[in-house]
């Protein structure tokens, strides 16, 4: 009973059932188990960063969802991006915490976070289950942010690790609308 790995792991089971969750309700459910799970591994270890990051991301999710009222949701998010930062504080080398970070600044248009957080993470673990992911986020943090050099580097890097993935393909022809670039009809 002191032990809060347990808990922390039985939290990231309820967060993962959102994936066949089939309405709002469903999910918003599972997020709260979730986070019921990370609340009690953290009141055995406050300073767990995995509880945290757990918490965190099950808020996050929920946030995404946009099933509530916007001061529940602005609390939500606040409360998910401390949790998630905190984590990182804690253990700088999480690169799951890094990959979510980087996708909750993107969503609030803070480029330059969101492509830090997602070196940080590529960098950590190239081999994250969500590299890919990551590696879209910086083509479009750096395509957003004018950067070309950076952002036709992470999307043929993207290209070269998932070449049948459509949007690596895409990005190559997006990059041609920048002011930097020489576009080609044929290509």
């Not at 591994?41 to 960063?49: K, T, V």
């Not at 606040?78 to 990959?99: F, G, H, I, K, T």
């Not at 895409?170 to 009809?185: F, G, H, K, L, R």
Request: charged share 25%; with cysteine.
């Amino acid at each position: 009973p002191e032990w809060a790995e347990p808990l922390v792991l039985l939290g990231r089971t309820a967060y993962e059932r959102w994936i066949f969750t089939e309405n709002s309700e469903e999910l918003l459910a599972a997020m709260a188990e979730s986070v019921e799970y990370a609340n009690g591994a953290l009141q055995l270890e406050p300073d767990n960063a995995a509880a945290l990051e757990s918490r965190g991301t099950s808020e996050y999710r929920r946030w995404l969802e946009q099933a509530e009222d916007e001061g529940t949701l602005a609390r939500v998010f606040e409360s998910a991006q401390a949790d998630l930062e905190r984590a990182l504080r804690l253990d700088p080398d999480r690169a799951s915490v890094n990959s979510t970070l980087s996708h909750l600044y993107y969503q609030v248009d803070e480029w330059a976070q969101a492509v830090l957080a997602a070196q940080s993470a590529y960098q950590q673990d190239a081999f994250l289950s969500t590299a890919d992911a990551v590696l879209r986020r910086l083509y479009q943090a750096s395509y957003d942010l004018g950067q070309y050099d950076q952002a036709m580097e992470w999307c043929l890097e993207g290209r070269r690790r998932f070449p049948d993935d459509f949007r690596f393909v895409q990005c190559e022809i997006y990059i041609m609308t920048m002011n930097q670039a020489s576009p080609d009809v044929a290509e």
